[in-house]
């Protein structure tokens, strides 16, 4: 398996603008969590779901943001209109969430928002 | 909810040195306790973990003891490298299908 793979790798987007950020988890992994890495806040779990339903949306800071999950294989985290604020890596990762073990990280996406 | 915090926020030691990095965890609940280690411009990565029904898992130079009273478990890394040099990143969760919370992340530098 290649691991959890996110899409892009990198993104700078100007204030205002529509943001999309694509995950494709482990196949076989039934848990999905998106987190977001800044310096000062380190990493927040923003959302994650179980069997492809959202189960915990609190750390979602605002309106602007949603996340969806169609299917097993993958994910979106939308920023809809992005800010400057919300410039930070973004990680997706995976889990077999029938047994208690590891999470595994995706290479993550570098936001710039300008 | 989940609560999980880590101090110091940088650690400093010398090469050979051992390295304690201690969290604190809120949630009398959690039961699976990871570590990730993540250098520079990389995803965290899982380097040991720990489940409430030990006090102790060792691997090699790297060890994670838990106090369930105290709320609290660490990461032990003994005769440190320069390639040890990362951020460790801690975190609590509380069973199948449940989240993973994280504590902030301690910077630990390896001088040689």
């Known amino acids: 398996d290649a691991g959890v793979i996110q899409s892009p790798r990198h993104e700078v987007t100007e204030m205002g603008q529509e943001v999309t950020l694509r995950c494709k988890p482990i196949?076989?992994?039934?848990?999905l969590f998106w987190y977001r890495q800044t310096m000062m806040r380190g990493l927040e779990l923003l959302i994650y779901?179980?069997?492809?339903?959202?189960?915990?949306d609190s750390g979602m800071p605002e309106d602007r943001f949603s996340a969806k999950m169609p299917n097993a294989s993958f994910s979106t985290l939308k920023i809809q209109p992005s800010e400057p604020r919300d410039s930070a890596v973004y990680f997706c990762?995976?889990?077999?969430?029938?047994?208690?073990?590891?999470?595994?990280f995706g290479q993550g996406t570098r936001l710039t928002v300008v | 909810g989940e609560n999980v915090e880590q101090h110091p926020s940088t650690l400093s030691v010398q090469e050979g040195d051992s390295a304690v990095i201690k969290c604190t965890y809120s949630?009398?609940?959690?039961?699976?306790f990871p570590w990730y280690k993540q250098e520079l411009g990389k995803r965290p990565q899982l380097i040991i973990d720990?489940?409430?029904?030990?006090g102790e898992k060792k691997d090699q130079r790297i060890a994670v003891t838990l106090n369930k009273t105290a709320k609290h478990f660490s990461l032990h890394i003994t005769e440190t490298q320069p390639e040890d040099s990362a951020v460790y990143f801690c975190?609590?969760?509380?069973?199948?299908?449940?989240?993973?919370?994280f504590g902030k992340g301690i910077t630990l530098s390896v001088r040689p």
């Open positions: 196949s076989g992994h039934n848990s």
């Open positions: 975190a609590a969760g509380t069973g199948a299908n449940s989240k993973l919370t």
């Open positions: 990762a995976s889990r077999l969430g029938t047994v208690n073990t590891e999470a595994f």
């Open positions: 720990i489940r409430s029904n030990v």
């Open positions: 949630d009398s609940a959690s039961n699976y």
């Open positions: 779901f179980n069997n492809n339903v959202p189960i915990d």
